[in-house]
C-alpha cells in the first residue's frame, strides 16, 4: 500500500515539474519576440506649430486639451505625435522633448513640462499647453514616457 501511494505521488511530481518545464519554455519563447527595449537610433523631428498642423490633429487636440493627453497622427508621409499636459493655473509654461527615438519595435517619446520663471509674466489665467512633433513616417507604435 505504501509503494502505490509513493507512486502516485512520483507520478505527480514528475508531472508537476513536466507543465513547470512547459510553462518556463512557452513564457520564454513569448518573451523572446518583445521590444528589447534598446535605443536604435535617434529620430530627427521637428516641433510644429498651429498652422503646419493638419486641421483633423488640430480638432482632436481643441476636443480633449483640458485634460493630459497623448496622440498620434499620419497623413501617411509624416507621423505627428502630440502630448497636452491639460489646464494649467497660469501661463508661462513650456514643453521639452527630452528624447525621441526608435527602438525594434516601437517609437519612444520622453517629454517634460516646464513651469514659468520666477520672473516671467504668466498672463492672466489658465492655459493648455500642448507640443506637436512631426518626424518620419513609421508605422512602429509609438510609446510615450
Known amino acids: 500500500m505504501r509503494q502505490g501511494k509513493l507512486r502516485v505521488w512520483r507520478r505527480a511530481y514528475i508531472g508537476g515539474l513536466a507543465v513547470l518545464g512547459l510553462c518556463v519554455w512557452l513564457l520564454g519563447g513569448c518573451s523572446a519576440g518583445k521590444d528589447s527595449g534598446e535605443k536604435v537610433r535617434d529620430l530627427e523631428f521637428t516641433v510644429v506649430g498651429d498652422m503646419e498642423t493638419p486641421q483633423q490633429l488640430k480638432d482632436l487636440i481643441a476636443q480633449k486639451q483640458a485634460d493630459p493627453f497623448k496622440l498620434t497622427y499620419t497623413d501617411n508621409q509624416?507621423?505627428?505625435?502630440?502630448?497636452?499636459?491639460?489646464v494649467q493655473p497660469t501661463g508661462g509654461y513650456s514643453i521639452s522633448v527630452n528624447e525621441l527615438y526608435l527602438t525594434d519595435n516601437s517609437i519612444v517619446i520622453c517629454t517634460e513640462l516646464l513651469g514659468p520663471g520666477k520672473n516671467e509674466d504668466t498672463g492672466g489665467g489658465?492655459?493648455?499647453?500642448?507640443i506637436?512633433?512631426?518626424?518620419e513616417y513609421?508605422?512602429?507604435p509609438v510609446v510615450f514616457q
Request: glycine share 10%; proline share 5%; net charge neutral.
Open 78 to 86: 509624416n507621423l505627428y505625435i502630440a502630448v497636452g499636459y491639460g
Open 126 to 130: 489658465q492655459s493648455f499647453p500642448y
Open 132 to 135: 506637436v512633433i512631426k518626424t
Open 138 to 140: 513609421l508605422e512602429n
